[in-house]
């Protein structure tokens, strides 16, 4: 069996042809790893603080007042305005009593200054 240099040559460069262009083939797919693990950290970064930004919202809505407190709060303002209206209701009666007094006692003393 006799080797020619030639076809071994041959086969050599194509073999090392095969391995180039899968290296350059690898590289092309995994040349952006290093940027996209980046990118990846950024964006962990700021759903974390995005994140907290939510939990602190959370916090404080849990704080404010909801639906059913605002509907017992109209109900109670609607029970004052009774109570005020039934007191003012008396404080006019009491008014007109007062004034009757006052005139009955005024008129008693007009009376005597007359005679």
């Not at 996209?36 to 919202?57: F, G, M, P, W, Y």
């Not at 509907?71 to 039934?86: C, N, Q, W, Y």
């Amino acid at each position: 069996m006799t080797f020619d240099i030639a076809v071994i040559g041959a086969w050599v460069a194509f073999i090392l042809s095969v391995i180039s262009l899968a290296g350059l083939i690898k590289s092309h797919f995994t040349g952006g790893t290093k940027e996209n693990t980046e990118a990846i950290k950024e964006l962990d970064s700021k759903h974390d603080k995005l994140d907290k930004r939510v939990q602190k919202v959370e916090t404080e809505l849990k704080h404010l007042p909801n639906k059913d407190d605002f509907t017992k709060l109209a109900v109670s303002f609607a029970e004052m305005k009774g109570d005020i209206k039934v007191m003012s209701h008396a404080a006019k009666s009491t008014e007109r009593s007062t004034r009757r007094m006052e005139d009955f006692l005024l008129g008693g003393v007009k009376g005597k200054e007359k005679k």
